[in-house]
């Protein structure tokens, strides 16, 4: 029977779960998920996870912070003025705005406090520093 390897365009159900059992996504009650292995479309360890399995076949993996979205680093975390935001708008904890480095790449920040003199925005993918647990199920491969 075939088995996933690299450059194979698969699809999977997955659900994937914090340490506490919290869902933090699923594709249960949608399409399956489809991707190509081994191509760094997805985070390095869901694709190697993938690989050597057949159709029909359930795993259960836990990903470490760095084969998921890598370690916080407090240094994404930087203090903006409120004058460098557009006049009228005015910042709220948990906001979200996108901006580009200088190479083009987008980010996105996410407001963490606001005060009068200062805005605080992370730069951290929101799953930075966690570990995350996954179900998954191969559904198709090719």
Wanted: hydrophobic share 40%; no cysteine; proline share 6%.
């Amino acid at each position: 029977m075939k088995v996933v390897t690299p450059g194979d365009r698969i699809k999977l159900h997955y659900t994937g779960t914090f340490d506490d059992g919290e869902v933090f996504d699923s594709s249960r009650n949608a399409d399956p998920f489809e991707f190509e292995a081994g191509a760094g479309q997805v985070i390095p360890g869901f694709d190697k996870a993938v690989l050597g399995m057949q159709v029909g076949e359930t795993k259960k993996i836990r990903l470490e912070e760095d084969e998921a979205y890598g370690p916080y680093n407090e240094e994404m975390v930087i203090n903006a003025s409120p004058d460098q935001f557009e006049t009228g708008l005015t910042p709220e904890v948990g906001q979200q705005f996108q901006t580009q480095l200088e190479d083009g790449t987008p980010m996105i920040l996410t407001v963490k406090a606001v005060d009068e003199n200062a805005i605080v925005l992370d730069a951290n993918h929101p799953m930075a520093g966690k570990a995350l647990n996954f179900d998954l199920e191969l559904m198709a491969i090719g």
